[in-house]
């Protein structure tokens, strides 16, 4: 059986095996996760617009845990995410767990002993189009890749920065 392995794309059909067809809509957005939005300027003229309630849809500020895929034999799993949050956030902020109970900070989880993570995220210039290392602050809701070297199943805590009401 042929298996589709595109991008799903809202209310629109997908290309498979030659044709065109409706698979599926993606799952719904979740928030610390990464999405590409494409801007086809002039496709969609006069389309309806979409004003997003910041405050409806912001998370609050405590810990945010989710699932990360794992790599596999044939190599390191590249994860899209995105900082969950209106405030900045700190990579070293940032815990890895291998059973959603017992947390490690960033720096050991990309240890030599450990060796779960990389020591650092990728961004990407949209300028250059280069991936640009960080390890420090990642700005509010920017975009990131983490690049996972475990096959052992891994989950990703975001902790709130210092701005952060409560934090």
Same mark, same amino acid.
């Given at each position: 059986?042929?298996?589709?392995?595109?991008?799903?794309?809202?209310?629109?059909?997908?290309?498979?095996?030659?044709?065109?067809?409706?698979?599926?809509?993606?799952?719904?957005?979740?928030?610390?996760?990464?999405?590409?939005?494409?801007?086809?300027? !002039?496709?969609?003229?006069?389309? #309806?617009?979409? @004003?997003? &309630?910041?405050?409806?849809?912001?998370?609050?500020? *405590? /810990?945010?845990?989710?699932?990360?895929?794992?790599?596999?034999?044939?190599?390191?799993?590249?994860?899209?995410?995105?900082?969950?949050?209106?405030?900045?956030?700190?990579?070293?902020?940032?815990?890895?767990?291998?059973?959603?109970?017992?947390?490690?900070?960033?720096s050991v989880a990309s240890d030599p002993e450990h060796d779960w993570?990389? !020591?650092?995220?990728?961004?990407? #210039?949209?300028? @250059?189009? &280069?991936?640009?290392?960080?390890?420090?602050?990642? *700005? /509010?809701?920017?975009?990131?890749?983490?690049?996972?070297?475990?096959?052992?199943?891994?989950?990703?805590?975001?902790?709130?920065?210092?701005?952060?009401?409560?934090?």
């Amino acid at each position: 059986d042929d298996i589709f392995t595109g991008y799903l794309r809202f209310a629109e059909m997908e290309k498979f095996n030659g044709e065109y067809m409706e698979i599926a809509d993606p799952p719904l957005l979740k928030p610390g996760l990464g999405y590409y939005f494409v801007y086809n300027h !002039g496709v969609r003229e006069n389309a #309806d617009s979409l @004003t997003v &309630d910041v405050s409806k849809w912001a998370l609050p500020y *405590e /810990p945010y845990d989710l699932a990360l895929e794992s790599a596999s034999a044939s190599g390191d799993a590249w994860n899209m995410m995105a900082d969950p949050w209106p405030t900045p956030i700190n990579w070293a902020d940032i815990q890895f767990s291998t059973d959603s109970l017992n947390w490690i900070a960033s720096s050991v989880a990309s240890d030599p002993e450990h060796d779960w993570v990389n !020591g650092y995220i990728y961004t990407l #210039d949209h300028v @250059t189009g &280069d991936f640009v290392t960080v390890t420090g602050q990642i *700005e /509010p809701w920017e975009g990131f890749w983490l690049v996972v070297k475990t096959t052992d199943p891994l989950w990703i805590r975001f902790n709130p920065g210092e701005g952060a009401p409560n934090a």
